[in-house]
């Protein structure tokens, strides 16, 4: 109701009703009428002739086919009343006649009675009520208004169409943050909004991906001062080299996740089908070898697959678990189908995060505690870089603290289609 569409359909709508009412009151105004000056003076003198000729001959009503009745009176059915504007006419003429108009609105029928002599009355007929086609008229303003209504709403969808064009790329924003390629077909006005819209989508993408690109070089370009570090190192004292050692390996981690996280932004491969209960078990069997307390995986899960680029889908996946099993201690994992989609969920035991810090945990580097990075290992870029790769799978994750304690993590993935 408050949209720009329906307001301009509102508006011409009661535009083109008022200028239609407008001009039918125009019309009637000034279109000719029945001249009721001449309408009354005509029937006046017929009054003045009948009631001369019946004063002369009260035989010839009979003869003329005229009613001679008592005066009329008024009664449920039937309206009486004076016709100011006969008599009127009649006194001009001198004639003192008593003219009344009588009328039955159930029949639509109306006569003037004139009185000839003392109790005896003259009724002649006189121009009825006009016909009223109701239903007619009523027809004729649905037909108009519907009219109206089409045109008025053709309109504004015409003028409001950039504006629709503009919602419709805002609504289908891509995996990558970008709205979808606008086609550039219609009137002018729309192909210059689409096209606008396209270039803006390419600069946009364009300093995205350059600057992704430039913090992949920095990453890679680090590693070859942190060799020689490396290698410096070994000639300190035994005590320092741990503690430089250490710092490398935390500076090499990091430099990595953000080589992978620039790769799983701009370099997108093509997805094909995964089945998820056999990289599940891979993922967990793999933890466990290294030291993770990851909780037996049920031994019956649901045969799901989802379209995804596998090696991505297996490094989100593993990070989140990775996670779970690192900062909260063991991780639970199952898999079940929930609504058509393949629904995974990670839980652990751990402290959880603060309910104020939850929207931040997929930015990049983000910690809880920053000085338990001394503890354990991680650079931060974990779960930013699983939040990537679902997102371009066409799935969502959502975070929560558990009620009894831990964060649980619920992934969920499109199925594939057969």
Same mark, same amino acid.
Request: aromatic share 4%.
């Given at each position: ?14 535009? %083109? ?9 125009? #019309? ?57 504007? %006969? ?19 159930? #029949?639509?029928?109306?006569?003037? =009675? ?31 208004? %519907?009219?109206?209504? =089409?045109? #008025? ?27 979808? *390629? ?11 909004? =689409? #096209? ?23 990453? *890679? ?105 690192? *900062? ?15 629904? %995974? ?37 974990? +779960? ?11 799935? +969502? ?22």
């Amino acid at each position: 109701m408050k949209s720009l569409r329906f307001r301009l359909a509102l508006l011409l709508v009661g535009s %083109i009703l008022g200028v239609v009412v407008l001009a039918a009151l125009i #019309s009637l105004l000034t279109l000719d009428r029945p001249d009721r000056d001449s309408f009354r003076t005509t029937f006046a003198e017929e009054v003045r002739i009948v009631t001369a000729v019946l004063r002369e001959d009260p035989s010839a009503a009979e003869r003329l086919g005229i009613t001679i009745g008592r005066m009329p009176v008024r009664e449920a059915d039937v309206f009486v009343h004076d016709s100011r504007g %006969i008599n009127e006419a009649l006194a001009q003429r001198g004639v003192e006649t008593k003219v009344r108009i009588v009328g039955d609105p159930a #029949s639509r029928t109306r006569q003037i =009675a004139f009185e000839i002599t003392p109790g005896r009355w003259a009724y002649l007929p006189y121009p009825g009520f006009p016909p009223r086609n109701l239903l007619g008229f009523l027809i004729y303003l649905t037909v108009l208004a %519907i009219g109206v209504a =089409a045109v #008025s709403i053709f309109a504004a969808t015409k003028m409001t169409r950039p504006l629709v064009i503009l919602d419709e790329a805002v609504s289908n924003v891509g995996p990558d943050g970008l709205p979808a *390629h606008v086609p550039e077909d219609g009137p002018a006005e729309v192909r210059a909004t =689409a #096209s606008a819209l396209n270039r803006l989508t390419a600069r946009v993408r364009a300093a995205v991906e350059s600057r992704m690109r430039l913090v992949a070089a920095a990453g *890679h370009d680090l590693r070859t001062p942190m060799t020689r570090m490396r290698l410096r190192a070994e000639f300190l004292p035994d005590d320092e080299r741990e503690t430089w050692l250490k710092d490398l390996e935390e500076l090499d981690r990091i430099a990595d996740s953000a080589i992978r996280l620039v790769r799983e932004e701009v370099e997108p491969q093509a997805a094909e089908p995964v089945a998820l209960p056999g990289l599940l078990a891979e993922i967990a069997r793999e933890l466990t070898e290294i030291g993770r307390d990851i909780e037996p995986l049920a031994q019956k899960m649901p045969a799901l697959t989802v379209m995804a680029r596998p090696l991505a889908l297996k490094r989100a996946l593993r990070n989140l678990i990775d996670n779970a099993a690192v *900062h909260g201690g063991k991780a639970h994992v199952t898999l079940r189908q929930s609504d058509g989609e393949a629904e %995974i969920r990670i839980e652990d035991d751990g402290p959880g995060i603060p309910e104020d810090m939850l929207e931040r945990a997929f930015e990049p580097f983000f910690r809880v505690d920053p000085g338990r990075r001394k503890l354990k290992p991680g650079a931060g870029l974990g +779960m930013a870089i699983a939040k990537e790769i679902v997102d371009q799978a066409g799935g +969502m994750i959502r975070i929560a603290n558990r009620p009894g304690g831990g964060l649980e993590q619920v992934i969920v993935l499109p199925l594939a289609t057969a």
